[in-house]
């Protein structure tokens, strides 16, 4: 990553890969101690991931902490 671009989260590839893993949001929000209606507000790209909370949903997901970022050009 250059240092004119930044990192973003991508909310609609975590909520793909939420649905595609056939997870329930409930099951996530249990695991995580994240209360359902601020995931489902996260994956709806509606409120923003706190890195604390980003982390965590990583974990549970068991993937990289890089899989739902982006690099994205500064403007």
């Known amino acids: 990553m ?7 989260f991508e909310a ?3 909520k793909k890969f939420v649905e595609l893993s ?4 409930s099951a996530i929000s249990e695991k995580t101690g994240i209360p359902k209606v601020s995931l ?4 709806q790209g509606k409120r923003k991931c ?3 909370e ?10 990289s ?4 970022l982006r ?3 500064l403007d």
Not at 40 to 43: H, Y
Request: hydrophobic content about 40%; some cysteine.
């Open 12 to 14: 609609e590839e975590m």
């Open 71 to 73: 690099s994205k050009a």
């Open 50 to 52: 706190e890195a604390g």
């Open 22 to 25: 056939g997870l329930r949001q």
């Open 2 to 8: 250059n240092k004119n671009n930044k990192l973003v």
């Open 65 to 68: 902490m890089n899989k739902f």
């Open 54 to 63: 980003y982390a965590t949903l990583c974990k549970a997901l068991g993937v």
């Open 40 to 43: 489902c507000l996260i994956l």
